[in-house]
């Protein structure tokens, strides 16, 4: 997943070491003091945020897989080719990046109030969605829908990250759970509309998501106001790509974290066809399932962010990556088992797969250099979701040439060089 661009926790406390100065432990004193008595005067978050911005995420989100919900649909109704899956997706991830890039050189997040920014970014996003229809299963027209709902959920998936931290300042962490939770569960969430819709046709789908993220926008404008710890990030800076790796903690989690990147979407992507090649050609069982698997890394986001606060997050998504890898290294023996142990193999794989992603976002937000932040995830971000890019283009075209089932064993890769930058720091104390 995407990191939390601007949402670095203080460098004195969880972040980091800071230079130890005797002659600036008073001032620290007073600073840590008067920080505890602006906070003391705050009034209490009120009890409805937390779950209007998890709601809100949830449904916003829900466009990221749209298209892929319904390729099954275009396949047989326009004859769309078996890479079509790879294709779509590539579109989206490219439109995110772009959009990423754009939102972070022209500040919008900090000129305007996020709350609008995240609702009208779900109404263009949304109605980027709803173009699919008007391609026509038109293979280029199509991408170019997806391509543009990519860019738009850039104005929905950070943006919820920043106005979260407008929140919530020490529970930033376990917030980020819930909020990436949130969007495991939105890019599901199609799958389950394709599975439980009957004889909705794949317009239906697409018009239904595109009113789910309508929804949770508005929801997002109506319920949640800029919060009171809510502060302008950075601008973001090119140049920092020379600075930022020289730190040796930022380059061990933004490694580990490129390293999850290679298996998490390309997982997504192909976990329909490998339930497929396994189902058979019931279109419903099959997106039900994808969307169970999908679904659970939910749950692997709010255990790895509980967790996180006994053993650290290092050690989280250490123990989560070490996880997916094993699954991936797996994924054939599993494939040829017994239904029962394919499934619960697969639900777990869900589990462990997207579980690490608040974890990678708490750790490069922790090890960013301070006055780069933003920048620092923002690179690391797009570097990120490139890498998304070649996995699913990789695993696209072998499973067009050799079918599914041994072609998650080259995702191994990213969860093998992901846990070798990692080491070091899952080695440090808590």
Not at 131 to 153: D, I, N, V
Request: include cysteine; charge should be positive; hydrophobic fraction near 55%.
């Amino acid at each position: 997943m995407d990191q939390a661009a601007d949402h670095a926790p203080s460098r004195g406390g969880a972040g980091g070491p800071a230079p130890c100065h005797c002659c600036r432990a008073p001032q620290r004193v007073r600073n840590h003091s008067r920080r505890h008595d602006e906070n003391s005067a705050l009034p209490a978050v009120p009890a409805r945020i937390l779950p209007a911005i998890v709601i809100s995420q949830f449904a916003a989100t829900s466009l990221w897989f749209a298209g892929n919900a319904v390729v099954p649909d275009l396949q047989r109704s326009a004859g769309l080719p078996a890479s079509a899956v790879g294709d779509i997706t590539i579109a989206v991830q490219l439109g995110f990046i772009a959009g990423t890039l754009v939102f972070a050189w022209l500040a919008i997040a900090d000129r305007y109030s996020p709350r609008i920014i995240f609702f009208l970014s779900t109404l263009a996003g949304a109605a980027a969605n709803a173009a699919t229809l008007t391609s026509g299963a038109e293979f280029l027209p199509l991408l170019a829908a997806r391509f543009a709902t990519g860019f738009f959920l850039a104005g929905m998936y950070p943006v919820g990250m920043k106005i979260a931290s407008g929140w919530y300042d020490r529970d930033l962490g376990l917030a980020l759970g819930w909020l990436v939770g949130a969007l495991v569960l939105g890019t599901a969430l199609p799958h389950l509309i394709r599975g439980l819709g009957g004889d909705l046709p794949w317009q239906g789908v697409i018009l239904s998501v595109s009113a789910v993220s309508i929804a949770g926008g508005l929801a997002m404008f109506l319920l949640v106001p800029d919060g009171p710890h809510l502060r302008a990030g950075e601008k973001f800076d090119p140049a920092a790509f020379a600075t930022i790796f020289r730190s040796a903690e930022f380059r061990a989690s933004a490694f580990g974290y490129f390293g999850h990147m290679w298996e998490l979407y390309a997982f997504y992507a192909f976990l329909p066809v490998l339930l497929a090649a396994r189902l058979g050609s019931d279109a419903a069982t099959v997106s039900v399932w994808s969307f169970a698997a999908i679904a659970t890394g939910f749950l692997g986001c709010l255990v790895g962010g509980y967790l996180s606060r006994e053993i650290g997050s290092a050690r989280v998504a250490y123990m989560q990556l070490s996880a997916s890898g094993l699954c991936c290294l797996v994924s054939p023996l599993a494939f040829v088992a017994p239904l029962p142990v394919f499934l619960a193999f697969l639900l777990f794989w869900g589990v462990v797969v997207a579980g690490d992603s608040p974890q990678f976002s708490t750790l490069n937000a922790r090890f960013a250099p301070p006055r780069l932040v933003g920048s620092a995830l923002t690179i690391a971000n797009c570097i990120g979701f490139s890498i998304t890019i070649v996995s699913i283009a990789l695993l696209a075209w072998l499973i067009e040439t050799a079918g599914p089932q041994y072609v998650f064993l080259m995702l191994v890769p990213g969860p093998v060089l992901g846990l070798a930058a990692l080491t070091r720091l899952a080695a440090k104390p808590a």
